[in-house]
Nanobody, 113 residues
Framework: VQLEESGGGAVQPGGSLRLSCRVS???????MGWYRQPPGKERELVAS???????NYADSVKGRFTISRDRAWTTTYLQMNSLQPEDTAVYYC?????????WGKGTLVTVSS
């Protein structure tokens, strides 16, 4: 099982980006999380989505970010609107498969004027 993030890049404050996390391998997720690690800081949970439909967001992104997935759950998305410089970070997706945490390699988001 592997996860691969894409969609990062440089954007001005107030802009938007859509991140994707693609799952490869024989695996059906029951949950997926988007995390981020700002420069010099610890990794933090941004948003999570569960097979039963539950969705959670960090307070810092509520109302600006939206997590979603396709029906087959081959891809999980993170729509990020109204981006601010403090959203600058490497963004990772994570799931748990066969008792092991699986992380992608991350995609860099830079918000700067």
């Amino acid at each position: 099982v592997q996860l691969e993030e894409s969609g990062g890049g440089a954007v001005q404050p107030g802009g938007s980006l859509r991140l994707s996390c693609r799952v490869s391998g024989r695996f059906s997720p029951v949950a997926m999380g988007w995390y981020r690690q700002p420069p010099g800081k610890e990794r933090e949970l941004v948003a999570s989505i569960y097979a039963g439909g539950q969705i959670n967001y960090a307070d810092s992104v509520k109302g600006r970010f939206t997590i979603s997935r396709d029906r087959a759950w081959t891809t999980t998305y993170l729509q990020m609107n109204s981006l601010q410089p403090e959203d600058t970070a490497v963004y990772y997706c994570k799931t748990r498969a066969y008792g092991t945490d699986i992380w992608g390699k991350g995609t860099l988001v830079t918000v700067s004027s």
